[in-house]
């Protein structure tokens, strides 16, 4: 059973970079058949994608977040990691992690698309001084 | 971007009754690359239907996804109590996917 959990500081003061991993077990983040995500929740709100890494290492960001999300993966550990940088009270959210399963691709925009089936349980990360 | 908005913000329905939950795109949704997700509070997202239409492992048949193009909908046949919860569309056809905002069914 894959199971993703995510870590890292629940306080971020403003205008620093939020720092989240996720941990992947139950399974390899090395598998070609998936790609990896960030998927935000403000409490009461919507769920908002913030990016993805595939295991090439290659990235796709929310163009809205895209000036200050960088996400990496560490094959050597199982584990794919977050960092957003000047961070505002707008950035207090749920943060969660997200395995899909690859299913259809976009030959012109090298774009993976695919359903999520596995969530870590969400962080609670908090933006303020 | 697609957006996508979903109908009604809030239905109000019994243990039993049939709950019909809209999702409608701004623009054509590649291939029927939708997907539907229940949350519960405190909880992630869980995965329900993909495809429009197919149904995720281990979800039951009372849920079951329909449409094409700007259209989609998901009904719930006969609501149980655990039914009860927030439910969220995503489509994934095309950059940046996008969730809607959500439809909460309610005990009435």
């Known amino acids: 059973q894959v199971q993703l959990q995510e870590s890292g500081p629940g306080l971020v003061k403003p205008s620093q970079t939020l720092s989240l991993t996720c941990t992947v077990s139950?399974?390899?983040?090395?598998?070609?058949?998936?790609?990896w995500s960030w998927i935000r929740q403000p409490a009461g709100k919507g769920l908002e994608w913030i990016g993805r890494?595939?295991?090439?290492?290659?990235?796709n960001y929310n163009p809205s977040l895209k000036s200050r999300v960088t996400i990496s993966v560490d094959t050597s550990k199982n584990q794919f990691s977050l960092k957003l940088s000047s961070v505002t009270a707008a950035d207090t959210a749920v943060y969660y992690c997200?395995?899909?399963?690859?299913?259809?691709?976009?030959?012109?925009?090298?774009?993976?698309?695919?359903?999520?089936?596995?969530w870590g349980q969400g962080t609670l990360v908090t933006v303020s001084s | 971007e697609i957006v996508l908005t979903q109908s009604p913000g809030t239905l109000s329905l019994s243990p039993g009754e049939r709950a019909t939950l809209s999702c409608r795109a701004s623009?054509?949704?590649?291939?029927?690359?939708l997907a539907w997700y229940q949350q519960k509070p405190g909880q992630a997202p869980r995965l329900l239907i993909y495809?429009?239409?197919s149904r995720a492992t281990g979800i039951p048949d009372r849920f079951s996804g329909s449409g094409s193009g700007t259209d989609f909908t998901l009904t719930i046949s006969r609501l149980e109590p655990e039914d009860f919860a927030v439910y969220y569309c995503?489509?994934?056809?095309?950059?940046?996917?996008?969730f809607g905002q959500g439809t909460k069914v309610e005990i009435k």
């Open positions: 997200a395995r899909a399963r690859k299913v259809y691709y976009d030959i012109l925009t090298g774009y993976w698309g695919g359903a999520y089936d596995y």
């Open positions: 139950g399974g390899s983040i090395s598998s070609g058949s998936y790609y």
């Open positions: 890494i595939y295991t090439s290492g290659s990235t």
């Open positions: 623009q054509s949704v590649s291939s029927s690359y």
């Open positions: 495809g429009a239409s």
């Open positions: 995503q489509q994934y056809g095309s950059s940046p996917e996008t």
